[in-house]
């Protein structure tokens, strides 16, 4: 585990109780996940075994042409990375999520969802049959985005993601490098929904960089109601 | 054996060019001014290079980048600056598509960096910064978002907000500090800079000429931008896009698997 040297590094820790969430599941290494988070209520990722990127996208439940914008969030705080404090802004604009508890510090909307077709750019075009990221967000969208939105979801509505506990900074003169991750083993981020949200995660599969510590590890998500 | 040039069959070799073609006059086929605030789009072959200029080095383009034989295939903003260890795009770079192609290379660039993370000025910081000016007020001197504009030029092919993804902001520049904090750079743009964008597939290209969202001015003055249309052919194997790094040059040979 690096520490980051940058000083901007907010840990804000929660008070809810896992024994009082009303959903409380674990996502296999390398497994998609779907799950609804209503206004009020608090999603909390949870990084089992630690440096386990997971790779998130945030749809409106009402209406899911407007979604998590990456360049929205940035463009709104002005900064690169999230962290507490950061809100999640919807393509058209509005606040989605507040981030208002993190014991990890940093989390990256930059480096987007590792495909097979990435991959083979990447490293090697060996790569090609390995598990990835948008084959998870792929299979999500098949199976299960239709039960929990008006449609079904399409490969047009795949965009930037989150990938909550993955380090991937970017110094003043613009390089850009994924470095080793800074989480650890049960840090955490919760996100308080501010409109009603279909969550889509990929819990990352790639073994080809250090996103995951090379190692993908099961990640477990809960969700609370607002007091 | 690693995926390379120097390990294609010879055939597939071949129907590389040995060298990429300069810029020269006799190669252009049209121009055609896109004015500062104004929105644009059209299909470009591979093969054809669009070179757009700052005329007065206040411009701004907000560009979206799609396949026009396959829509769902588009500019991807991370697979492009994670290929390349870039957090920007200049001289040298390819514009990667979801699919692992490239859309289109930059082989010349006079600017030095164009922002692909800050997405688009639209309607709501449009009013905040710069007030409300309507056609009914000022004809074609009203103001028109980045959002708004590209969204008209989307509506035309068949596409929709769905089709809106991180975009490119040709000629700014907006840095970050060791913390991650932004600035929009004031000092970066020059007149008559411009910014070569070569087409390795068939493209729909859709611009839209308004301000960056972090430019501070506080008057509304988007920059006029000459748009030219010249016949470049393809990347060569000489090509300083392909030669930058071993990702694209396994990103040109993927593209051409697909178009050749």
């Known amino acids: ?70 360049t929205h969030t940035i463009q709104a705080q002005g ?63 098949a199976h299960e985005s239709g039960r929990y939105l008006p449609r079904a979801l399409t490969k047009r509505d795949l965009t930037a993601n989150i990938n909550f506990f993955m380090n991937v900074p970017v110094t003043p003169d613009g390089g850009l490098t994924f470095a080793d991750g800074i989480s650890a083993p049960g840090k955490y981020v919760e996100l308080r929904a501010e409109m009603d949200v279909v969550v889509l995660v990929s819990n990352c599969p790639q073994l080809n960089n250090p996103c995951n510590a090379y190692n993908p590890t099961p990640v477990r998500m809960l969700v609370w109601d607002g007091a | 054996m690693p995926l390379s040039t120097a390990t294609l069959p010879p055939l597939a070799r071949a129907a590389i060019p040995a060298r990429s073609t300069p810029y020269s006059p006799d190669l252009v086929l049209w121009d055609e001014r896109l004015p500062g605030g104004c929105h644009w789009s059209g299909v470009i072959r591979r093969g054809h290079t669009l070179r757009l200029t700052d005329r007065d080095g206040r411009a701004n383009v907000s560009a979206l980048l799609i396949s026009s034989a396959c829509t769902s295939e588009r500019y991807n903003m991370p697979d492009t600056l994670k290929a390349q260890h870039t957090a920007y795009l200049s001289a040298g770079c390819c514009c990667y598509s979801d699919m692992g192609r490239v859309l289109c290379s930059i082989p ?15 309607d709501a910081r449009l009013a905040a910064q710069y007030g409300r000016r309507t056609f009914q007020d000022a004809r074609n001197g009203m103001y028109r978002s980045a959002r708004s504009g590209l969204l008209i030029e989307l509506g035309k ?104």
């Open chain 1, 79 to 141: 900064r690169l990375y999230l962290g507490a404090g950061s809100v999640l802004m919807t393509s058209r604009g509005r606040p989605m999520l507040t981030i208002v508890a993190d014991t990890c510090g940093r989390h990256d909307t930059l480096g987007g969802a590792c495909a097979c077709e990435s991959n083979m750019v990447r490293y090697a075009i060996e790569k090609r049959p390995m598990h990835s990221c948008r084959d998870n967000f792929m299979d999500a969208l």
């Open chain 2, 108 to 122: 010349q660039d006079t600017c030095g960096w164009h922002d692909t993370v800050c997405g688009l000025l639209d």
């Open chain 2, 157 to 260: 092919w068949g596409l929709d907000e769905r089709d809106l993804t991180p975009n490119l902001n040709l000629f700014s520049k907006v840095a970050p500090d060791a913390q991650g904090a932004l600035r929009f750079d004031t000092a970066h743009r020059r007149p008559g800079q411009h910014v070569d964008l070569r087409f390795e597939m068939d493209t729909l290209v859709l611009l839209s000429a308004a301000p960056h969202p972090l430019d501070p001015s506080p008057t509304w003055q988007p920059g006029d931008v000459d748009l030219m249309l010249w016949r470049s052919g393809p990347a060569g194997l000489d090509d300083p896009c392909r030669l930058r790094c071993a990702e694209n040059d396994r990103g040109l040979i993927l593209t051409e698997r697909h178009v050749l």
């Open chain 1, 1 to 70: 585990m690096n520490t980051p040297e940058q000083t901007d590094i907010r840990i804000v820790e929660s008070r809810l109780d896992p024994a009082t969430a009303v959903l409380d599941q674990t996502v296999p290494a390398g497994a998609p996940w779907m799950g609804r988070v209503l206004r009020g209520q608090t999603l909390r990722i949870l990084d089992l075994e630690g440096n386990q990127a997971v790779d998130t996208l945030f749809y409106a439940a009402a209406d899911p042409g407007e979604r998590y914008s990456a």
